[in-house]
Structure formats: structure tokens, C-alpha cells
């Protein structure tokens, strides 16, 4: 049973950047894949990037690719969200996940593939 925790979440303006993290208890890390998932006012959640077991191979979507980065630190149970250029459609309640299977190209982006869940944080873009 892992226990995972968001933070870093904030107001901001367009253009600026939030470093969202993400503590992890109840065992290593470094034993699940992890994944960041959005969910804005009104419309379902969506997934955001994902990380391997040793943080080698990362997934992003396609509305984030060149302006986000996923990382992790697994020596201290850490899963962080480098997130640049914001803009108002990033505006949206993020959470971390893990899961316990190998990401596939098939199911990085499958959230009922993730196991544990963290509460969220809120982000908030205004133009």
C-alpha cells in the first residue's frame, strides 16, 4: 500500500511556471511506474506524463509535450512535475498515480492501469 501526496499547486499567469510534487510513502518508489493525471472544471480526467520504474523512459500528452517535464528521485520517494509556459486550458486539479505493472505504449495513459491515487492539487492559469 503506497500513500502519495501533491503539492507545489498555485494561481499564476499565463507564461509563468509551478514545479508540482509528489511524496510517496508505504514503500519504495522506485517499485512503480508513476503517472500525472489533470481534471479540469467539467470534463473528464485526462493524462498528462508518466515515468518508468527508473525514470528512463517518460510518456507525455501531446497538449504538454515541449512545455512539461516528468522526473522522479526515487531515493526519496519523489515524483515531480516541471511544468513551463502555462497556460489558462493547464487550469485543472492534477494527481499523481502509480502503478505497480510496467508502462506499455498501450496503457501509459490508461488510468484504471494505476493502482494509487494521491487527493490533488489545484493549478489555476489566469490569462
Known amino acids: 500500500q503506497v500513500h502519495l501526496v501533491e503539492s507545489g499547486g498555485g494561481l499564476v499567469q499565463t507564461g509563468a511556471s509551478l514545479r508540482l510534487s509528489c511524496a510517496g510513502s508505504?514503500?519504495?518508489?522506485?517499485?512503480?511506474?508513476m503517472g500525472w493525471f489533470r481534471q479540469a472544471p467539467g470534463k473528464e480526467r485526462e493524462f498528462v506524463a508518466a515515468?518508468?520504474?527508473?525514470?528512463?523512459?517518460?510518456f507525455y500528452a501531446d497538449s504538454v509535450k515541449g512545455r512539461f517535464t516528468i522526473s522522479r528521485d526515487n531515493s526519496n520517494s519523489a515524483l515531480y512535475l516541471q511544468m513551463n509556459s502555462l497556460k489558462p486550458d493547464d487550469t485543472a486539479v492534477y494527481s499523481c498515480?502509480?502503478?505497480?505493472?510496467?508502462?506499455?505504449?498501450?496503457?501509459?495513459?490508461?488510468?484504471?492501469?494505476?493502482?494509487?491515487w494521491g487527493q490533488g492539487t489545484q493549478v489555476t492559469v489566469s490569462s
Open positions: 508505504g514503500g519504495a518508489l522506485s517499485n512503480y511506474a
Open positions: 498515480a502509480a502503478r505497480r505493472d510496467p508502462l506499455t505504449s498501450s496503457t501509459y495513459m490508461r488510468e484504471s492501469r494505476y493502482n494509487y
Open positions: 515515468i518508468s520504474f527508473s525514470g528512463i523512459s517518460t
